[in-house]
């Protein structure tokens, strides 16, 4: 059985500095830290997909996914984070283990472009063009 993320700095440095795939019921994101650790796994359930019956019916699914599926493929140093989504909690189980897999396949073969940090800050305002009538 693999370990949680624990602390924010693990889940900020994996959303930041990984990769991610997007499906229909969830989102994985991966960043291998390239140190001799047992890989680890973090769920997030928002607000956004439901009130605590639907969160929690989601978190378990992912992990029953973690269990059955992250556990024999995840690698070494590697860090992992599933993100729920709306249909999460809806979809028949066999489609999200489908995607599941899917997405493991893909994250393994992505890779992050060398030198490219995406920005996370909003435009300031300061920079609006005025007009002049």
Do not use: C
Request: aromatic fraction near 8%; hydrophobic fraction near 35%; charged fraction near 25%.
């Amino acid at each position: 059985m693999l370990d949680s993320l624990q602390k924010r700095h693990q889940f900020l440095t994996l959303r930041d500095k990984g990769v991610k795939h997007v499906t229909r019921y969830f989102i994985l994101q991966a960043y291998n830290t390239k140190q001799e650790q047992p890989p680890l796994y973090g769920l997030t359930a928002s607000k956004k997909i439901g009130n605590a019956v639907t969160r929690n019916r989601a978190r378990r699914r992912m992990r029953a996914l973690v269990r059955l599926h992250l556990s024999n493929n995840a690698r070494i140093g590697w860090h992992y984070g599933l993100i729920a989504r709306f249909d999460m909690a809806h979809a028949p189980y066999q489609d999200i283990e489908a995607a599941f897999i899917e997405a493991i396949g893909v994250i393994h073969e992505k890779k992050r472009p060398q030198g490219q940090v995406q920005s996370r800050k909003k435009p300031s305002k300061n920079n609006k063009k005025i007009r002049v009538h």
